[in-house]
């Protein structure tokens, strides 16, 4: 298996600009969660779906944010519109079933916002 | 309530001595438990898991990890460390499947390894 892909793997943008991530998990599992990483806040779990609907999305930051996953093997993350503070590395993970299994994660999307 | 606390957030050994990375949780079930590793630039890698099974945890790259139900633990050790294994660690708790699933990260412990 490819493992979970990420794309783009950076993106630079400019405030106020759309910027979609994109994440295809791995075939078969039924987990999906998006996670934002910076220096100052560490790892934090924005959003994640079971089975393409959403389960838990209390990390979402705000209303600029949104995620989706119209089928099982594609979800995409969007802020609209960037800003600065946005700025961090978006991690796509998946997972077949939790408690047991363990997540497996993509290398990211780093994201840069002038 | 379900958390996990690394205990330090930076840890230096030198070349060829053992490592600990320590963690402490805590759940209302059974939970599962598990160590990944990040290098830099790179997505965080499974290390080892815990699902209830033998206490003592072995993983990739010769580290392992007891699970301590006493202590509520499970520290990651090796017993030398190696240049390669300069990276960031994360222990991560995970309730048993059944119900709402949470899967909760510590803070993570920066590993550094002097020549």
């Known amino acids: 298996d490819a493992g979970v892909i990420q794309s783009p793997r950076h993106e630079v943008t400019e405030m106020g600009q759309e910027v979609t991530l994109r994440c295809k998990p791995i075939s078969g599992h039924d987990y999906l969660f998006w996670y934002r990483q910076t220096m100052m806040r560490g790892l934090e779990l924005l959003i994640y779906f079971n089975n393409n609907v959403p389960i838990d999305d209390s990390g979402m930051p705000e209303d600029r944010f949104s995620a989706k996953m119209p089928n099982a093997s594609f979800s995409t993350l969007k802020i609209q519109p960037s800003e600065p503070r946005d700025s961090a590395v978006y991690f796509c993970?998946?997972?077949?079933?939790?408690?047991?299994?363990?997540?497996?994660f993509g290398n990211g999307t780093r994201l840069t916002v002038t | 309530a379900q958390s996990v606390t690394q205990l330090d957030s930076h840890v230096s050994v030198s070349e060829g001595t053992p490592v600990l990375l320590r963690c402490n949780y805590s759940s209302s079930y059974s939970p599962s438990l598990f160590w990944y590793v990040q290098h830099p630039n790179k997505g965080l890698q499974l290390l080892l898991k815990y699902t209830s099974a033998a206490t003592l945890v072995k993983g990739i790259n010769g580290f392992e990890a007891e699970f301590k139900k006493s202590e509520t633990s499970f520290h990651l050790t090796k017993p030398s460390a190696h240049m390669s294994d300069a990276a960031e660690y994360f222990c991560?708790?995970?309730?048993?499947?059944?119900?709402?699933?949470?899967?909760?990260f510590g803070t993570g412990t920066k590993l550094q390894v002097i020549p």
């Open positions: 991560v708790v995970s309730d048993p499947p059944g119900g709402y699933q949470k899967v909760t």
């Open positions: 993970a998946s997972s077949f079933v939790l408690g047991d299994s363990p997540l497996h």
